[in-house]
């Protein structure tokens, strides 16, 4: 059963400078690193509809970071900003100073996030994690990881018990005086705009967004299955985000536990290149189709897949089994046509 | 610095000497185009403290030596460097100068170095990187440079010598220049030059392809090209593909993932029964790769395991790889015995 548009809000949260306006304009808009730097600070809250394949649309809501906008969120907005939210991505700058002053601020988000949107998912981002020594980025980021874990679970803990000073919540109607288990769905990440951390913490922040991931995840096995192949890569066609991927057994044994994310930033660079080459937008599509064989080690091609997508197939060598693997692909769109928009597949194979 | 009196052997290896004041991006500049070191990570480079002597197992064997900024080698109260063994068998002398920070020092030098040179080495060609110009604006950057040609050519001029071999580069690690600005070095150590850019344009004209590079894949410097003008976009393009080519080969094709003996058994077996090498058109890398308005496709063949062809096609001529790949073949084999002749003949490159 296909399920139609789905729409989410998302809140991206976290000190001016931070960061979240530069990812945002990089994963969405097409931005390279280094043009983030002309970004001024964001007013308010920049509100914008990105539409991801067909028939998700993100509500994404960029809220600049002085103190005295996140005060307003907290109090006058709260309602406003904290109601149906789908995800919080919280954005934490590695090189802030005042770190007790941030994780202050972070525990009144995640309150009034609790409080109004109690389903809603977290991601927090550990962020700029490029300007910290290479030789310290794990520990540090674990580090990290532990104490907003701890403050997380604290603020949690304090919402729990005042749960009955907030009548108005919508928990309450779940009756006999229990107060519900408030379990926050939480991930963490280490990122910087300056390298492939970004799209690993991006593609985990919308895959489970993403409608009737079942349904591609089945028919992508299907063709992997089909044509041969050793992996599958699945990418929206703007951010370049793997939005589903399928392996082989053989493939689950390649030793890179990195490549989707480092596929997505190499692709997402290669469009770039060919934009300046061809003095075509940024946004516009770039490449239709990429071949390489090298020789009897392996094959491969990404290529235009649907309105919405590219494909990558990884695959063995061989001049007949790459062609055929092509023809097929290519007969497999029409079983992938219901990402392009809210409207009903035909069954498929 | 005490170790540098014993100059290792390097009979016949052209040497790239990197100098010029601290901080001026010379390690960087090394780590970035010899050790694919991301330039953001350069922030975290130690300073130099001796010479870094670098050697560089490519399409030919040259040597890289990274000199600390504060060291002046011909006075040198501290130490007496043989002078001898560092410019014996020199390919070129590079000097960095930071463009952004005030470079009157770093040019002061620069001259008593040119003019020390003069003397018993006037052959060695000098080559100036005008450094970490990224950020600064294309009227900026011409102001600097020629006001850093202008003061270097005043003082030469002045000490009567006329035609030293100085060229200038503005260049930034953080694009391309770097790498444009490494392949004009390198390109004037290669012998027989000419003869290679001839075998590149009459590719060009029997596959109709607009421009064709002979790549070093390790370093992404383009070591020859045909005879049309000179074309940074047609460069930029060509070497990030040679970079998405390296990114693919290392995900997918690199020895770290080694396939099983079932998945090889299972591949041969029914219906194909020929080993994977039989079944593949071309045994050395190839790739191609199309744009979204069909014009000028691109493609890359792998020469050997340093070099390789890059090409931009004309509109249309995708169509047309078969024939193609059979002139691009011919000119494989043709490229693969000059270098063997070349290895040969001068003794470099004993790969
Ligand atoms: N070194 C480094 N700098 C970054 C990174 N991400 C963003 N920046 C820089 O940080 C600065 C501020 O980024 P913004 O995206 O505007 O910050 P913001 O969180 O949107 O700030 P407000 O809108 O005021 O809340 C920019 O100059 C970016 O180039 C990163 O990963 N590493
Ligand atoms: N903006 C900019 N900075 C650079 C560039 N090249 C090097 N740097 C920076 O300059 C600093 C000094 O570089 P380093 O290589 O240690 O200098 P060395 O003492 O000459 O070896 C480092 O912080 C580098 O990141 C460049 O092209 N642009
Ligand atoms: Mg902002």
């Known amino acids: 059963q296909l399920k139609k548009v789905k729409k989410q809000k998302v809140l991206l949260m976290g000190k001016s400078g931070s960061g979240k306006s530069s990812m945002r304009s990089i994963i969405f808009s097409n931005y390279l690193a280094r043009d983030t730097r002309r970004l001024g600070a964001t007013i308010d809250i920049d509100l914008s509809h990105v539409k991801f394949l067909g028939n998700l649309t993100l509500n994404l809501w960029d809220c600049g970071g002085q103190e005295a906008f996140m005060e307003n969120y907290l109090s006058q907005q709260r309602a406003h900003v904290f109601s149906n939210v789908g995800v919080l991505i919280y954005v934490f700058d590695i090189e802030s100073r005042d770190v007790e002053r941030d994780l202050a601020t972070y525990v009144n988000i995640i309150s009034a996030l609790v409080q109004y949107s109690r389903e809603a998912k977290v991601f927090v981002l550990i962020h700029k994690m490029d300007l910290v020594h290479p030789s310290t980025r794990e520990q540090v980021f674990e580090e990290r990881v532990s104490i907003v874990r701890r403050k997380t679970a604290e603020a949690v803990a304090i919402v729990r018990k005042q749960k009955p000073e907030y009548p108005a919540s919508a928990s309450v109607s779940e009756g006999s005086g229990m107060i519900p288990d408030i379990d926050l769905d939480m991930q963490l990440f280490a990122t910087s705009i300056w390298d492939q951390s970004l799209y690993k913490a991006w593609a985990s922040i919308i895959h489970d967004l993403v409608p009737n991931l079942g349904v591609i995840e089945t028919q992508l096995a299907s063709l992997g299955v089909a044509i041969d192949a050793d992996e599958i890569l699945l990418f929206e066609r703007t951010s370049f985000l793997v939005v589903s991927k399928w392996t082989s057994p053989e493939g689950e044994t390649n030793p890179w536990g990195d490549r989707f994310e480092r596929m997505s930033n190499i692709l997402k660079a290669w469009k770039h290149t060919c934009s300046k080459f061809t003095g075509t937008p940024r946004n516009a599509e770039q490449f239709s189709d990429f071949e390489y064989k090298m020789g009897p080690n392996f094959s491969m091609f990404v290529t235009k897949f649907t309105t919405n997508t590219y494909i990558l197939v990884c695959m063995p060598p061989g001049e007949a089994r790459f062609n055929s693997a092509k023809l097929n692909v290519a007969a497999a769109r029409p079983w992938f046509k219901f990402l392009d928009g809210p409207v009903v597949a035909p069954a498929s194979a | 610095v005490s170790d540098q009196a014993s100059v290792p052997q390097t009979k016949g290896k052209p040497r790239l000497l990197l100098m010029g004041q601290r901080r001026s991006g010379k390690s960087s500049i090394s780590s970035v185009v010899f050790h694919k070191l991301p330039p953001s990570e350069t922030l975290f480079l130690e300073s130099t403290a001796r010479i870094q002597k670098d050697s560089l197992n490519s399409f030919m064997e040259f040597q890289v030596w990274d000199f600390p900024g ?74 600097i440079q020629r006001d850093v040609t202008i ?144 014009q000028r496709p691109i493609m890359l063949r792998e020469v050997d395991r340093f070099l390789a062809l890059v090409a931009i096609m004309k509109e249309g001529s995708y169509d047309k790889m078969p024939q193609i790949n059979m002139n691009v073949d011919v000119v494989v084999k043709g490229l693969i015995e000059f270098f063997e002749i070349t290895k040969t003949k001068t003794g470099i490159a004993a790969v």
Not at chain 2, 74 to 103: C, R
Not at chain 2, 232 to 255: K, L, N, Q, R
Not at chain 2, 262 to 279: V, Y
């Open chain 2, 70 to 143: 504060q060291i002046d080698i011909f006075d040198n109260p501290n130490f007496t460097f043989d002078i001898d063994a560092i410019f014996g068998e020199i390919g070129a002398l590079i000097w960095v100068i930071d463009a952004q920070d005030d470079y009157l020092e770093s040019v002061a030098r620069l001259n008593s170095t040119i003019l020390n040179l003069q003397r018993g080495y006037p052959h060695i060609n000098i080559e100036v990187f005008i450094h970490k110009v990224d950020g600064l604006s294309d009227d900026y950057k011409l102001d």
């Open chain 2, 151 to 294: 003061r270097i050519q005043d003082e030469l001029s002045d000490q009567g010598i006329e035609n030293a071999p100085v060229n200038f580069h503005l260049t930034s690690i953080y694009d391309h220049s770097i790498f444009e600005a490494f392949s004009k070095v390198i390109q004037k150590l290669i012998p027989r030059l000419g003869q290679l850019e001839a075998m590149l344009t009459n590719l060009c004209r029997t596959c109709r392809f607009e421009k064709a590079y002979l790549f070093d894949v390790n370093t992404k410097i383009y070591i020859a090209t045909d005879n049309t003008p000179e074309d940074m976009a047609s460069y930029e393009i060509c070497s990030d593909y040679v970079d998405v080519i390296i990114d693919f080969t290392e995900v997918y094709g690199s020895p770290e993932w080694k396939r099983s003996d079932e998945w090889r058994a299972r591949l041969e077996g029914p219906p194909w029964l020929q080993t994977l090498e039989n079944q593949v058109a071309c045994e050395f890398a190839e790739s191609g790769m199309v744009l979204a308005d069909a």
